[in-house]
Nanobody, 119 residues
């Protein structure tokens, strides 16, 4: 089991910045990748950014050049630095950890952090 606790959401003006943080605890040895998703009331959950243990990163097109994902493996934390925020970035953001044990993959989720970007 992996427990994820997020922090750092809030209200910001368009063009501003926020940083989300997610702390993992429990059996963190199984974690193979960590990611950030977001969801709005009228959209499906969307993968925003992901970083594997090997350091490979992926971003959805709409955030490339504005968002940065990073990890502190010693502290079992993942961060999402969000710059040049736009109103369309408004969503609840969720931290995700992918765990692999033998042939099984499990996903764990944080509690969600509201990010609101005012125009």
């Amino acid at each position: 089991q992996v427990h994820l606790v997020e922090s750092g959401g809030g209200l910001v003006q368009a063009g501003g910045s926020l940083r989300l943080s997610c702390a993992a605890s429990g059996d963190t040895r199984c974690i193979s990748a960590m990611a950030w998703y977001r969801r709005t009331p009228d959209q499906e959950r969307e993968l925003v950014a992901e970083m594997t243990n090997g350091g490979s990163v992926w971003y959805t097109d709409s955030v490339k050049g504005r968002f940065g994902i990073s990890r502190d493996n010693r502290k079992n934390r993942v961060y999402l630095q969000m710059n040049l925020l736009k109103p369309q970035d408004t969503a609840v953001y969720y931290c995700n950890a992918e765990c692999r044990v033998a042939t099984e993959t499990s996903h764990y989720w944080g509690q969600g952090s509201q990010v609101t970007v005012a125009s």
